[in-house]
Antibody, heavy 120, light 106 residues
Framework: QVQLVESGGGLVKPGGSLRLSCAASGFSFSDYYMNWIRQAPGKGLEWVSYTSSITTYTNYADSVKGRFTVSTDNAKNSLYLQMNSLRAEDTAVYYC?????????????WGQGTLVTVSS | DIQMTQSPSTLSASVGDRVTITCRASQTISSWLAWYQQKPGKAPKLLIYKASSLESGVPSRFSGSGSGTEFTLTISSLQPDDFATYYCQQYSSSSTFGQGTEVEIK
């Protein structure tokens, strides 16, 4: 069965960096686009980024462009999100999600999320 | 960027009610629209993709319609398990979510 497990969240100071990981299993990782989607406390969903390990194509929301970098490691079936220059408004639960086959960001499987808190 | 506007923000309904949620895109997105259900503390669950296609395992009381800029999610007969927050998402150009609609018990 498809499983996505995020890790790497925690407390970081404004201006700091953090790297999130998502371990995928139960499907052919390289065949799918993978997404990061976040949700600030008590707020709605915000798409952050997607990537394809086959095409290496990436796309980012304007709110994170130039600060966040998404990447994959097919050998480890893993998705990553390197987050730099973090701001208070980046505080959120970050979800890793698999896009439906032939879609970029319509997501059929989600992880449980990892909480990132940016605060001094 | 494409903006997605959902209405209403909150909806009060009773078990057995027919419920309709609307999502409007700021520009045409063809049928590249999905609907999700989210319960507190849980990850969202995909209900509908490509505007009207029912995701596997989702009850048939859920349906989606629309194309272009106007879309609706309908629950034909609201069940106790359906009280949750619903989001639309466009995936025509990058991706954007609506602000959500909370379906609460009347």
């Amino acid at each position: 069965q498809v499983q996505l497990v995020e890790s790497g969240g925690g407390l970081v100071k404004p201006g700091g960096s953090l790297r999130l990981s998502c371990a995928a299993s139960g499907f052919s990782f390289s065949d799918y686009y993978m997404n990061w989607i976040r949700q600030a406390p008590g707020k709605g969903l915000e798409w952050v980024s997607y990537t394809s390990s086959i095409t290496t194509y990436t796309n980012y929301a304007d709110s994170v462009k130039g600060r966040f970098t998404v990447s994959t490691d097919n050998a480890k079936n893993s998705l990553y999100l390197q987050m730099n220059s973090l701001r208070a408004e980046d505080t959120a639960v970050y979800y890793c999600a698999r896009a439906r086959y032939s879609s970029t960001s319509c997501s059929d499987y989600w992880g449980q999320g990892t909480l990132v808190t940016v605060s001094s | 960027d494409i903006q997605m506007t959902q209405s209403p923000s909150t909806l009060s309904a009773s078990v057995g009610d027919r419920v309709t949620i609307t999502c409007r895109a700021s520009q045409t997105i063809s049928s590249w629209l999905a609907w999700y259900q989210q319960k507190p503390g849980k990850a969202p669950k995909l209900l509908i993709y490509k505007a009207s296609s029912l995701e596997s395992g989702v009850p048939s009381r859920f349906s989606g319609s629309g194309s272009g800029t106007e879309f609706t999610l309908t629950i034909s007969s609201l069940q106790p398990d359906d009280f949750a927050t619903y989001y639309c998402q466009q995936y025509s150009s990058s991706s954007t979510f609506g602000q959500g609609t909370e379906v609460e018990i009347k």
